[in-house]
């Protein structure tokens, strides 16, 4: 597919086996749990701890959202 080989900002996708938006779209994956993978595939070449900070408020937010977890329960963790 011609468009999976166009990247805008970087290449941090192209050189990969799997590109995260394939492997999300295959998967049926929602919107937060896009985000986690794209960001955790993507920060040892773009940005660093910032994309696994992005990864960790992902993941507080489905225990929010999905599973009803309090702030209180979320600062915990």
């Known amino acids: 597919m011609e468009t ?4 805008v900002g970087g290449t941090h996708y192209k050189d990969l086996a799997i590109q995260p938006v394939v492997y999300i779209q295959r998967n049926k994956l929602d919107f937060l749990q896009g985000n986690i993978i794209k960001y955790a595939t993507r920060h040892k070449n773009k940005n660093k ?20 977890y ?6 915990e963790i």
């Open 4 to 7: 999976l080989n166009e990247q």
């Open 70 to 75: 309090s702030d209180a329960l979320i600062a």
């Open 49 to 68: 701890d910032e994309d696994i900070k992005k990864v960790i408020h992902y993941a507080k937010l489905i225990l929010q959202l999905e599973y009803g």
